[in-house]
């Protein structure tokens, strides 16, 4: 019963801060205050009632319409609200059932409270940033760079709580256990944003233009403190089979169209999108899927 009443109090929780995520959404890119004024519709400016601004529901009462002006409200914003829900129900229910267990020890509850508000907080940066890139091509440091160094404390974190556990390897003292997966993490970000930034390297050499922009080097290194740098490869390579899928649907689209390559050539797409696509996929099944290409592959 706790595990259901729990995860259905944070499912609510994250419709709530869904629907907070789609205000950023919005006002980020034209640099206007998150605070105020009060939510409205962006074409007439009325000032949403409380029933209006409820979210998933109201957007399905309204059929996704200004209730003054009749505007095209947009999908994106239930789908915000609807993926930070479900994504924070999977972690909130895997909590909720741990915590019921009887005889757990205080430390290992820590450690699961920090691990499950730890991926709540990824998921929210991960959804924000997908669509961020999507819309608008645009990666903000306050995310990346917030996200990357959260990543790494919740990381230092966990490791602290294991090391202090009474599971923990009686070996290595705490804080060497500390410092280790302080290093590694540290380590593993700044090999996954030099990957990037090799590859952009190499395609400004041939092209002599920007081909990646730097925004997804820091998107790659918040993969690496959060899914550790194996999970951040893992993101990496099914973003890129992801963003090659639709360079391939677009080429197609455009040939139809007769578009000249050169257009083609010019043609932007939000590999951010892609990378946090497969980020998702990550944090889910990276370690399934990384054993078994591993034995597909003979070692």
Same mark, same amino acid.
């Given at each position: 019963?706790?595990? $259901?009443?729990?995860?259905?109090?944070?499912?609510?929780?994250?419709?709530?801060?869904?629907?907070?995520?789609?205000?950023?959404?919005?006002?980020?890119?034209? @640099?206007?205050?998150?605070?105020?004024?009060?939510?409205?519709?962006?074409?007439?400016?009325? &000032?949403?009632?409380?029933?209006?601004? +409820?979210?998933?529901?109201?957007? %399905?009462? /309204?059929?996704?319409?200004? *209730?003054?002006?009749?505007?095209?409200?947009?999908?994106?914003?239930?789908?915000?609200?609807?993926? +930070?829900?479900?994504?924070?129900?999977l972690p909130a229910w895997k909590l909720f059932?741990?915590?019921?267990? @009887?005889? %757990?020890?205080?430390?290992?509850?820590?450690?699961?409270? /920090?691990?499950?508000?730890?991926?709540?907080?990824?998921?929210? /940066?991960? +959804?924000?940033?997908?669509? !961020?890139?999507? @819309?608008?091509?645009?990666?903000?440091?306050? %995310?990346?760079?917030?996200?990357?160094?959260?990543?790494?404390?919740?990381?230092?974190?966990?490791?602290? =709580? &294991?090391?202090?556990?009474?599971? *923990?390897?009686?070996?290595?003292? &705490?804080?060497?256990?500390? *410092?280790?997966?302080?290093?590694?993490?540290?380590?593993g970000m700044a090999i996954a944003a030099g990957?990037?930034?090799?590859?952009?390297?190499?395609?400004?050499?041939? #092209?002599?233009?920007?081909?990646?922009?730097?925004?997804?080097? #820091? =998107?790659?290194?918040?993969?690496?403190?959060?899914?550790? !740098?194996?999970?951040?490869?893992?993101?990496?390579? !099914?973003?890129? +089979?992801?963003?090659?899928?639709?360079?391939? &649907?677009? !080429?197609?689209?455009?040939?139809? @169209?007769?578009?000249?390559?050169?257009?083609?050539?010019?043609? #932007?797409?939000?590999?951010?999108?892609?990378?946090?696509?497969?980020?998702?996929?990550?944090?889910?099944?990276?370690?399934?899927? $990384?054993?078994?290409?591993? *034995?597909?592959?003979?070692f």
């Amino acid at each position: 019963m706790i595990p $259901i009443l729990g995860t259905t109090f944070v499912a609510l929780m994250g419709l709530a801060f869904g629907s907070f995520l789609n205000v950023c959404l919005t006002r980020w890119p034209k @640099e206007e205050c998150i605070v105020s004024p009060r939510s409205h519709c962006r074409d007439c400016y009325h &000032v949403l009632t409380w029933w209006e601004n +409820v979210p998933l529901l109201s957007w %399905l009462a /309204l059929r996704g319409r200004c *209730r003054v002006c009749r505007a095209w409200i947009g999908w994106r914003y239930p789908v915000v609200e609807l993926a +930070v829900a479900v994504l924070w129900s999977l972690p909130a229910w895997k909590l909720f059932s741990l915590l019921s267990e @009887e005889e %757990l020890p205080l430390i290992q509850a820590y450690d699961d409270i /920090l691990i499950a508000v730890g991926w709540m907080l990824f998921y929210w /940066l991960i +959804v924000g940033l997908a669509f !961020l890139d999507a @819309e608008h091509l645009w990666l903000p440091d306050r %995310l990346t760079i917030t996200g990357a160094v959260l990543g790494c404390l919740v990381a230092t974190l966990h490791a602290w =709580l &294991v090391a202090e556990s009474p599971m *923990r390897n009686m070996n290595q003292t &705490v804080s060497n256990a500390v *410092r280790s997966a302080f290093l590694s993490n540290v380590a593993g970000m700044a090999i996954a944003a030099g990957l990037i930034l090799f590859i952009s390297g190499i395609y400004w050499l041939m #092209r002599r233009r920007e081909g990646i922009g730097p925004g997804d080097a #820091r =998107l790659m290194a918040l993969l690496a403190a959060w899914l550790g !740098l194996p999970g951040a490869l893992l993101a990496f390579g !099914l973003g890129v +089979v992801l963003g090659a899928l639709v360079a391939l &649907v677009l !080429l197609a689209v455009r040939t139809n @169209e007769r578009s000249g390559s050169e257009g083609w050539a010019l043609t #932007r797409l939000p590999l951010g999108t892609f990378l946090c696509i497969g980020g998702l996929v990550s944090s889910f099944w990276s370690e399934r899927m $990384i054993t078994g290409y591993l *034995r597909w592959a003979g070692f």
